[in-house]
């Protein structure tokens, strides 16, 4: 009922502004089980879509002006879609974005209005702005007939958020938002992009976000600089291996011999990718034979990864993993995305849920000073459109 509410609710704003019938598209956020930073690097991931997601609802405008209404933060913005300006990082620059990409792909673009809103955390590491640039392609893709394919807007989404936005993000959260699947993870080799969907159940255990509240404003300059780092250290190993073309094709022996006695910081970087990529092989056999806890321990050594080689996490995000790693019914831990604050990810069995939230949540106060929200998630499908009449009548 919640998806319905939201989705009529921003249906509705958008007849009130622009007196006409809006398509409505929903976009949901991602979690990521392992696999992570991998993505750039050519390895894969482990990502879902959730039951928190974006809903825009946009139509033609009559002319060249747009007009963009943030439905949650009462902001407007309007511009001639040939003159879209940009305003660092803010929301509606992941909707220029999208419109940048198409025009330089050669599609015009008529105006359109859009109102947007969801029900995401932004900065939580679910995504929400992958999301809003799924969302937006995925309309404009249908109203104005464009006949892209999911992949062929998934790139386009990715390639947005890297040249308008500025951040050099890999793949995963674009499509993981437009290629999920109810009751599935993917996994995606980011190097082939071919993928497939494994089950993941979840009857007595349940994929639970505890949220830092940190804001990662560290993200985009720390991950552009990890994503450098990555490639300093393939580019050591190229001058003896030319073949090897991104940590996918590099081997521990290959970092021992080229990266570590020329820089053990760029060589830490390339160990943690290069460990996590086999890491995620072997969890997915996990996933295969139904075993959990072996599962579980490989979330905890990813953590160890991303906190102490890849150095992305942060004292709130270590804390927060720290907790549950004694608690019995919780299968496995770790930061989850980009990292500098948003959410760890934790397999817990669902009894336990509330009881546990509860401590860590004061844990997390006593020490922090700060509250710690909580996600309990559902893995639902990617984006779709919403037929918002339905809702409209059951409400
Ligand atoms: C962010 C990026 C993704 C991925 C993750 C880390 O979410 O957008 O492409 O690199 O960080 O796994």
């Known amino acids: 009922m919640q998806i319905n509410k939201v989705a009529a609710g921003i249906a509705e704003k958008f007849r009130q502004a622009f007196n006409s019938e809006p398509l409505v598209v929903r976009s949901p956020g991602r979690v990521n089980l392992i696999g992570e930073h991998t993505d750039y690097n050519g390895g894969f991931v482990l990502p879902a879509a959730i039951d928190k997601a974006v809903y825009v609802a946009l139509g033609k405008s009559n002319d060249d002006m747009c007009q963009f209404i943030a439905a949650d933060m009462q902001e407007q913005y309007s511009g001639n879609i040939n003159n879209l300006k940009k305003i660092e990082r803010h929301w509606y620059d992941y909707i220029n974005g999208v419109v940048d990409q198409l025009q330089k792909a050669g599609y015009t673009i008529p105006g359109f209005n859009c109102v947007i809103g969801g029900d995401?955390?932004?900065?939580?590491?679910?995504?929400?702005s992958?999301?809003?640039?799924?969302?937006?392609?995925y309309a404009l893709n249908e109203t104005?007939?464009?006949?892209?394919?999911?992949?062929?807007?998934v790139k386009l989404a990715q390639k947005a958020e890297n040249e308008y936005v500025g951040v050099q993000c890999g793949i995963m959260d674009q499509f993981a938002s437009m290629f999920g699947k109810k009751g599935n993870v993917i996994k995606l080799d980011c190097r082939s992009l071919e993928f497939e969907y494994t089950p993941f159940v979840t009857d007595d255990i349940k994929i639970v976000?505890?949220?830092?509240?940190?804001?990662?404003?560290?993200?985009s300059s720390e991950y552009n600089t990890r994503r450098l780092q990555c490639e300093t250290g393939v580019a050591m190993i190229q001058e003896f291996h030319p073949q090897v073309k991104t940590l996918r094709d590099a081997n521990m022996d290959m970092l021992t011999k080229y990266v570590l006695p020329k820089d053990k910081v760029v060589y830490d970087r390339c160990r943690y990718v290069v460990e996590e990529i086999q890491r995620l092989q072997a969890a997915?056999?996990?996933?295969?034979h139904n075993d959990r806890v072996?599962?579980?321990?490989?979330?905890?050594?990813?953590h160890e990864g991303l906190s102490k080689l890849y150095d992305v996490s942060c004292r709130e995000l270590d804390f927060l993993v720290e907790f549950v790693?004694?608690?019995?019914?919780?299968?496995?831990?770790?930061?989850?995305g980009g990292g500098f604050g948003g959410c760890t990810i934790n397999l817990i069995k669902e009894g336990a849920i509330a009881e546990i939230a509860a401590r860590?949540?004061?844990?997390?106060?006593?020490a922090f000073n700060m509250e710690m929200k909580m996600y309990v998630t559902q893995i639902e499908d990617g984006t779709n459109i919403i037929n918002v009449h339905h809702y409209a009548a059951q409400l």
């Open 360 to 366: 860590i949540a004061k844990a997390y106060q006593d």
């Open 325 to 336: 790693k004694n608690e019995k019914a919780v299968l496995g831990a770790r930061m989850m």
């Open 144 to 153: 104005f007939h464009l006949k892209l394919d999911t992949l062929s807007m």
């Open 120 to 128: 995401i955390p932004t900065g939580a590491g679910m995504s929400s």
């Open 209 to 219: 976000l505890f949220d830092t509240n940190i804001k990662h404003s560290l993200a």
């Open 294 to 302: 072996a599962f579980g321990k490989k979330m905890y050594a990813t």
């Open 130 to 137: 992958a999301a809003v640039e799924c969302a937006v392609l």
């Open 284 to 288: 997915c056999i996990d996933l295969v």
